[in-house]
């Protein structure tokens, strides 16, 4: 540490820290660009071009790079994501090598779960400890609104043979979108409490491939408290947020919760403890980064773990201090959320 407190990079020793003190313990894997769904606040309706497959990173490849950042720089948790990672092959495999890693990590899957009726139970037989599925709405012809296909009864069937799995409590994603299902907040909180759901709210970001997020169009989480403190009461939840983006709520005094992840109108960037590699080898120190260190050329190239390690510190040691949205400057990256990983 330096007389003020403020580590140097040299002091970075094995975790992965950045200029402003933070550690990253939580990885999130891209294991795919690709996506059966086109949610409007994430894709086009179609012209996207997906990664060459020569780029993607192998399921060799991508356990080497999770035990670097387990055995070596302390990561301690590993979503994975995508794009739709249920689509990758490898899905059971990976996860079941990486909870053979020493100390074994937490893992976590960000699905829409179309396929997960028939992968849940084996995926909970891998090591898998608890999924979130993305949800906007209840009624199938908004479904196919904004996610552009027919699919609500497939995204149900894998929210109730995720249950079944034991994968619990499973979280669900809700982004609500203004004058399409943002009246259907508290329909939708009653189904995730009926079913032990814990449901949460993230306000829509400027990360879609069309670049069409309009910040009048956000429903904040201002608003989406106020609708559901219409039919629930809601009170802060004692339990401690640490690093979690969700502020959550006890609902009608617990113990269902409910969260919203307010990324545009409350940024938690000061308690930020993630990391992020892209599908095709790429380390993000941020969900809104400009910039990305490549660590698929070194891996290629014969780079020692110890090398890769370092590198990685060195995209982490440059993450900036907040993600900019309400900066008059602030820009999109270039990559979709599809691309980078949500
Ligand atoms: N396909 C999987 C899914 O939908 O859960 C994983 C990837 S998706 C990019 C991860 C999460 O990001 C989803 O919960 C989705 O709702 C959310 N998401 C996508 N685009 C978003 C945006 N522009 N603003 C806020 N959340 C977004
Ligand atoms: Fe696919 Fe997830 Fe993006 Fe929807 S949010 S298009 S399911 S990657």
Same mark, same amino acid.
């Given at each position: ?136 709405? &209840? ?19 894998? /929210? ?32 995730? /409490? ?55 709520? &006890? ?6 919760? /409910? ?45 020692s773990d110890a090398e890769i390690a370092e590198l990685w510190r060195t995209a982490m040691w440059g993450k900036l201090p907040g993600h900019g949205i309400n900066d008059p400057t ?13």
């Open positions: 540490m330096t007389v003020s407190g403020r580590p140097r990079q040299a002091d970075a020793g094995t975790g992965l820290v950045d200029r402003y003190g933070r550690v990253a313990t939580d990885l999130r894997v891209s294991l795919t660009d690709r996506c059966n769904l086109r949610c409007a606040y994430c894709m086009p309706a179609e012209g996207l071009d997906w990664l060459p497959k020569p780029e993607l990173l192998t399921d060799d490849e991508i356990v080497r790079l999770a035990g670097i950042g387990v055995t070596m720089l302390g990561i301690r948790e590993i979503r994975f994501t995508g794009g739709e990672p249920l689509l990758r092959r490898g899905l059971a495999g990976i996860i079941g090598a990486v909870t053979a890693l020493e100390p074994r990590p937490k893992t976590m899957l960000t699905t829409n779960a179309i396929g997960l009726e028939r992968m849940a139970r084996q995926l909970a037989e891998s090591g898998l400890d608890r999924i979130n599925i993305s949800l906007d709405t &209840l009624r199938p012809e908004r479904f196919s609104q904004i996610t552009r296909r027919h699919r609500l009864d497939d995204v149900l069937a894998g /929210v109730h043979a995720a249950n079944a799995a034991g994968l619990r409590p499973v979280k669900i994603n809700t982004v609500l979108l203004r004058d399409v299902n943002d009246d259907e907040a508290p329909e939708l909180l009653d189904f995730a /409490v009926e079913h032990g759901l814990e449901l949460r709210f993230i306000e829509q970001m400027p990360l879609d491939a069309q670049h069409a997020w309009r910040r009048e169009n956000m429903v904040s989480s201002e608003e989406i408290l106020a609708a559901l403190s219409k039919r629930f009461t809601l009170t802060p939840d004692p339990a401690e947020r640490g690093g979690a983006p969700a502020e959550t709520w &006890l609902v009608d005094g617990g113990p269902a919760k /409910v969260g919203v992840i307010a990324s545009v109108t409350r940024p938690f960037c000061g308690a930020c403890d993630r990391t992020r590699l892209t599908a095709d080898g790429q380390i993000r120190n941020c969900l809104f980064a400009r910039t990305e260190n490549d660590l698929r050329t070194p891996l290629r190239s014969g780079a602030f820009l999109q990256p270039e990559r979709p959320m599809s691309a980078i990983g949500g």
